[in-house]
């Protein structure tokens, strides 16, 4: 059983980071409403969420668990959790025409799990097969109309061998792996047209890290691009209509580092339109097209909002309180909320003695939407 410490210090206006840097506040208002928290039976870290939105059920991954919990929208009760997987779930998908929801596993395999039974009932192996050493999924990209689901594998510092795994999820098997020339493939974005994949690369080569165009149909990198601003991203969206890729960077490489960087690229040229300061530890960027906000969740205890002027001008509107090591999160744009799975941890307190903290059940977080 693991809790997390988390070390929350709040002193005129600023908040510190472990560098011994600091970011002015901003303001927490007009940006999004909590209306419901929810307990959740986790232990440690948890990963990317999914909807059912016609059922109205959550689905969050509880990675360090190995587990998958299933939340009633309605009630915000927690009404299952498939136990017992075989490796960290970290990013799924809910597949509404079969009722399934597909997730990669940390012991290199992607798995359905049914929507009615809650039981894993399909398994793919990704090269190298299952428990392949120094192969571990850690995020993911999906295309409902091909029914492809795009598994980004990292292979750890100085093994170049990161993969795109395509795993068909109708005839539940492997088509193919894309080569990365890297370790640590992050930030994953598909065009809606199913043709082109955007891979941001964690992995820091002379000071920068670099965006992989990947061709879906020749399954091969077309373009490779700095990330400038932005090294060791971990997350990315996507303003298809407009050509920008949202580039959620950790900076430092790690959890606790603030600022972390949302870096706007044009995908038509690689530019790097702009970089702007956000929260540390990025794990989610997504983007909602009908307000032109972004959603960057980091792990420093806020949720960064941030505002599309016009394709060529961001703004920060403000940060949302959100929990220590919250590090992902889910914005459902036809229920206008966004809900953040937030672990168990301890927060320290002043005087900061040995004695001085608290402790922070799991929860999930329910927000929604304020012009």
């Given at each position: 059983?693991?809790?997390?410490?988390?070390?929350?210090?709040?002193?005129?206006?600023?908040?510190?980071?472990?560098?011994?840097?600091?970011?002015?506040?901003?303001?927490?208002?007009?940006?999004?409403?909590?209306?419901?928290?929810?307990?959740?039976?986790?232990?440690?870290?948890?990963?990317?969420?999914?909807?059912?939105?016609?059922?109205?059920?959550?689905?969050?991954?509880?990675?360090?668990?190995?587990?998958?919990?299933?939340?009633?929208?309605?009630?915000?009760?927690?009404?299952?959790?498939?136990?017992?997987?075989?490796?960290?779930?970290?990013?799924?998908?809910?597949?509404?025409?079969?009722?399934?929801?597909?997730?990669?596993?940390?012991?290199?395999?992607?798995?359905?799990?049914?929507?009615?039974?809650?039981?894993?009932?399909?398994?793919?192996?990704?090269?190298?097969?299952?428990?392949?050493?120094?192969?571990?999924?850690?995020?993911?990209?999906?295309?409902?109309?091909?029914?492809?689901?795009?598994?980004?594998?990292?292979?750890?510092?100085?093994?170049?061998?990161?993969?795109?795994?395509?795993?068909?999820?109708?005839?539940?098997?492997?088509?193919?792996?894309?080569?990365?020339?890297?370790?640590?493939?992050?930030?994953?974005?598909?065009?809606?047209?199913?043709?082109?994949?955007?891979?941001?690369?964690?992995?820091?080569?002379?000071?920068?890290?670099?965006?992989?165009?990947?061709?879906?149909?020749?399954?091969?990198?077309?373009?490779?691009?700095?990330?400038?601003?932005?090294?060791?991203?971990?997350?990315?969206?996507?303003?298809?209509?407009?050509?920008?890729?949202?580039?959620?960077?950790?900076?430092?490489?790690?959890?606790?580092?603030?600022?972390?960087?949302?870096?706007?690229?044009?995908?038509?040229?690689?530019?790097?339109?702009?970089?702007?300061?956000?929260?540390?530890?990025?794990?989610?960027?997504?983007?909602?097209?009908?307000?032109?906000?972004?959603?960057?969740?980091?792990?420093?205890?806020?949720?960064?909002?941030?505002?599309?002027?016009?394709?060529?001008?961001?703004?920060?509107?403000?940060?949302?309180?959100?929990?220590?090591?919250?590090?992902?999160?889910?914005?459902?744009p036809e229920l206008k909320k966004m809900y953040i799975a937030v672990p168990k941890h301890i927060v320290q307190t002043p005087p900061y003695g040995a004695n001085d903290y608290i402790t922070e059940e799991a929860r999930l977080m329910t927000f929604e939407f304020l012009p």
């Amino acid at each position: 059983m693991k809790t997390y410490v988390a070390i929350l210090i709040l002193c005129a206006g600023l908040v510190s980071n472990a560098h011994g840097q600091s970011m002015p506040m901003q303001t927490m208002s007009g940006l999004l409403r909590l209306v419901q928290t929810s307990p959740l039976p986790t232990e440690g870290y948890m990963d990317h969420l999914t909807v059912d939105v016609k059922g109205q059920r959550l689905f969050i991954s509880g990675e360090n668990n190995k587990s998958l919990v299933v939340v009633d929208l309605r009630s915000g009760n927690v009404i299952h959790e498939v136990k017992g997987l075989g490796g960290n779930p970290r990013k799924p998908f809910y597949v509404p025409e079969t009722n399934e929801v597909w997730t990669d596993l940390g012991d290199n395999t992607v798995v359905a799990i049914s929507g009615t039974t809650y039981e894993v009932t399909k398994t793919v192996e990704l090269t190298g097969g299952r428990g392949a050493a120094k192969r571990t999924p850690d995020n993911a990209a999906y295309d409902p109309a091909a029914h492809l689901y795009y598994a980004a594998i990292v292979t750890g510092a100085g093994n170049n061998d990161g993969s795109i795994e395509i795993v068909d999820t109708k005839a539940a098997k492997l088509l193919g792996s894309i080569k990365m020339n890297g370790s640590d493939p992050g930030g994953l974005s598909i065009e809606p047209s199913g043709k082109r994949l955007y891979v941001a690369m964690g992995d820091v080569v002379d000071g920068d890290s670099h965006l992989k165009v990947v061709d879906l149909e020749k399954r091969t990198v077309t373009a490779e691009w700095p990330i400038t601003g932005g090294p060791a991203p971990h997350a990315s969206g996507l303003d298809a209509a407009h050509h920008r890729l949202f580039v959620g960077s950790r900076v430092k490489g790690g959890h606790r580092y603030e600022p972390g960087k949302l870096v706007v690229m044009d995908t038509q040229t690689g530019k790097v339109v702009q970089a702007l300061d956000s929260v540390g530890g990025a794990d989610e960027v997504q983007y909602d097209a009908p307000t032109g906000r972004i959603y960057f969740v980091g792990t420093t205890g806020t949720l960064a909002v941030f505002k599309q002027v016009d394709p060529d001008h961001y703004q920060l509107l403000g940060k949302v309180p959100t929990g220590a090591i919250a590090k992902t999160g889910l914005w459902v744009p036809e229920l206008k909320k966004m809900y953040i799975a937030v672990p168990k941890h301890i927060v320290q307190t002043p005087p900061y003695g040995a004695n001085d903290y608290i402790t922070e059940e799991a929860r999930l977080m329910t927000f929604e939407f304020l012009p």
